[in-house]
């Protein structure tokens, strides 16, 4: 590591704090001069390092910049997010993730993204990403398993996700079966999951968890009409959060719930955030609408549904598609 990318790291972790040029210096072991234009050679890239004569230097708490550094410098993970690779711009995280996997990255490695293009939603829908204000990030995961795992990825990608921001923010977020996160009301993280079947079609080749999260203020980037469901963190709560430590705090807990999938303990936390449950739902399995209660998840990840006949339905992510939901969310 050299003087620049050392000096990165630790104001990245004085979670704030002014560290003066001489503990710099003497921590590097470089002379204090040679801290200076390490200072200046990141604030040219972009870094706002702040400086008090008195005090020293720190890493601003608003800093902006989404880095490979920065996310590393946050990062406890042992495989997931060590090989990172931080785009200004991109089409779409998981299409440059799936083309990394088909070249064989490890397991772990992860893609992030400022913007995205051609940012994608579940059912070939938009996913609006402009840039400063998000996190885009794509996770290849290599699972010993079945194709139908996929959704338990999800779901375990969907408690990683709410965790993660509530530690951040110490606010609590709701999950939306099966992979939208609410603040508020209003959707501030999808989740895209996409798996390509080995050559037998049994299992898994490789998997890419998207996620997009709305951390800074949207408005004035969404148009009218997704501002109505969609949010960010900034907007709901007030708080400006720190994208590359958000990145890094999703990826550690995503390495503890995907470490084994069969594992179901976060099955408890996304129950305890799934805002559908208590609800009537119309969902579409293939062309057919039908209506129900829904009454809870199931050991599968599956949403329960009672429906006005007295029978109960399971409905997987994959066969399911909610079409709507009668009480207004909270
Ligand atoms: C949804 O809401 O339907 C899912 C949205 C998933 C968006 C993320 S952003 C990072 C990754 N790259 C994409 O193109 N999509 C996912």
Known sequence: MNVKESLLNTLAASGGEYISGAALAEKLGVSRNAVWKAVKALQTEGYTIESVTSKGYRLAMNNNRLSEKLI???????LL???????????STNTAAKELASGGAPHG?????????????????????PAGTGIYLSVILHPDLELEATSMMTIAASVAVAEAIEELTGVPVQIKWVNDIYLGGKKICGILTEASLGLEMKSLD?????????????????DSELIQTATSIEDETGLVIDRNALCAAILDR??????DLRDRSFLKGYRRRELLTGNDITAMVGSQ?????????????NLIVELPDGSVKHLGSGEANLCRIKKHLP
């Open 72 to 78: 590393t410098a946050h990062l406890n993970t042992k």
């Open 81 to 91: 997010g060590r090989q990172l690779k931080v785009f200004d711009e991109i089409n």
């Open 109 to 129: 490695t992860a893609v992030v993204a400022d913007t995205q293009t051609m940012g994608r939603g579940r059912l070939g829908r938009t996913f609006v990403s």
């Open 206 to 222: 490789y998997a890419v968890i998207g996620i997009g999260v709305n951390v800074r203020s949207v408005r004035g980037e969404f």
């Open 254 to 259: 995503l390495e503890v719930y995907t470490d």
């Open 289 to 301: 609408p039908f209506t129900g209660k829904a009454t809870g998840i199931d050991g599968n990840g």
